[in-house]
């Protein structure tokens, strides 16, 4: 089969990579495309920070993917310390992985050109795939992050963070959303991240916030006294809620949609990469058949709904409700969390969910605005 991928970011990258590798021919199209000194093409730079659960990246991804650091074990502040053990998490080293992806043999061309018409008969191929993501547009709700890394000293590292939602400061302003720390090792330092998991506040004013938050945090989760010096910063923020359409909608006039554009960035943790990974080789039959069986378009959009649903819930939280929230999230058996942060199959989710209810005064303030969160979704869905 000859495909078009347009836009080669970590989804389309990957897409682009597994279909050539099976033996497909790709066009792939990118403006932000690297000339090389040769005048050979690289694909783009991926800019942000990204960490993976290993157990769920499917075996193919292990001669693609390179990581700068992986952790055996992750804390998580609720704000009960526990650790979370048995799923390595690793950080991708960006520069190897580019370089693997690229490497896929002349089965994959680069071309960097911005693409107006996806139509198969205008880039002479017989699917398009759009994996452009999309825009981030005022209301949405977005996650929003900063982050410094700092240079470690030579073998210490702070231990890795998943979410500390511990105050920043004792008096940090309850009116404000929420944020958590995410600590990593990465290359050449430690990244400590404050973050927002999702809010529909604007952009520029919460970056100010978690600046602030940050700083007042860092002097105490810094492993040793002395001077540190910060290597590079990074500010984070993207819609989670938004596509085009559902990927497993399948092809509409011979154009595909894949990554966040077709809606895999999950809406309530703003996790990407491994979800586009693992549904990689789905979206290729689907590429080859035209479509999906009606059972599995059915579960992947009530997954896509339900966690939609959970984010919706979290933007209404303060730190407090969240704190319980959490507190009893990781508390159910470690399957049962991962059927939620990753995976199309919407009873799985939707079983999480339920086993919530294990736990009815932790969670009990995170669900009151259950009436007005079904109530907003039954109205945009209808003026849709």
């Not at 942000?48 to 700068?68: C, E, H, K, M, Q």
């Not at 011979?254 to 895999?264: L, N, Q």
């Amino acid at each position: 089969m000859h495909i078009a991928v347009i836009g080669l970011g970590p989804a389309g990258a990957l897409l682009a990579h597994r279909a050539a590798a099976i033996g497909w021919t790709v066009d792939g199209y990118d403006p932000r495309c690297e000339v090389t000194p040769a005048g050979g093409l690289l694909l783009p730079r991926w800019t942000n920070t990204y960490g993976v659960f290993l157990d769920g990246l499917p075996p193919w991804t292990r001669s693609v993917l390179a990581f700068s650091a992986v952790s055996s074990s992750l804390d998580v502040n609720t704000p009960r310390r526990r650790a979370l053990s048995g799923r390595p998490y690793g950080i991708i080293d960006r520069d190897a992985t580019r370089g693997r992806l690229t490497a896929a043999g002349n089965r994959l061309r680069l071309h960097r050109r911005r693409i107006t018409d996806l139509s198969p008969e205008a880039l002479g191929v017989e699917v398009v795939v759009d994996c452009r993501g999309v825009v981030d547009r005022p209301g949405d709700i977005r996650q929003i992050a900063y982050g410094v890394v700092l240079e470690s000293p030579a073998g210490l590292h702070s231990p890795a963070v998943f979410m500390d939602w511990r105050p920043a400061c004792p008096d940090e302003d309850s009116a404000e959303p929420p944020s958590f720390l995410y600590v990593q090792p990465v290359e050449g330092g430690t990244l400590y991240e404050e973050t927002v998991l999702v809010t529909r506040q604007r952009t520029r004013p919460m970056i100010d916030l978690l600046k602030q938050r940050l700083a007042a945090r860092v002097p105490g989760t810094v492993p040793v006294s002395g001077p540190s010096h910060v290597i590079t910063t990074e500010t984070v923020h993207f819609p989670v809620a938004r596509r085009a359409r559902g990927w497993y909608t399948g092809l509409r006039d011979g154009v595909a949609v894949f990554g966040a554009a077709g809606g895999m960035t999950h809406p309530a943790t703003g996790y990407s990469v491994a979800e586009s990974a693992a549904t990689v080789d789905r979206m290729l039959h689907l590429l080859d058949r035209g479509s999906l069986p009606w059972q599995e378009r059915f579960s992947a959009a009530l997954a896509y709904r339900l966690r939609l649903f959970g984010a919706e819930l979290v933007t209404m939280s303060d730190g407090a409700t969240l704190q319980q929230f959490f507190d009893a999230f990781f508390d159910l058996p470690p399957r049962r969390q991962t059927f939620y942060l990753a995976g199309q199959h919407g009873g799985r989710v939707a079983v999480t969910m339920l086993s919530l209810a294990r736990f009815p005064r932790r969670v009990l303030p995170f669900l009151r605005p259950v009436p007005r969160v079904l109530w907003g979704m039954a109205v945009g869905r209808s003026a849709s």
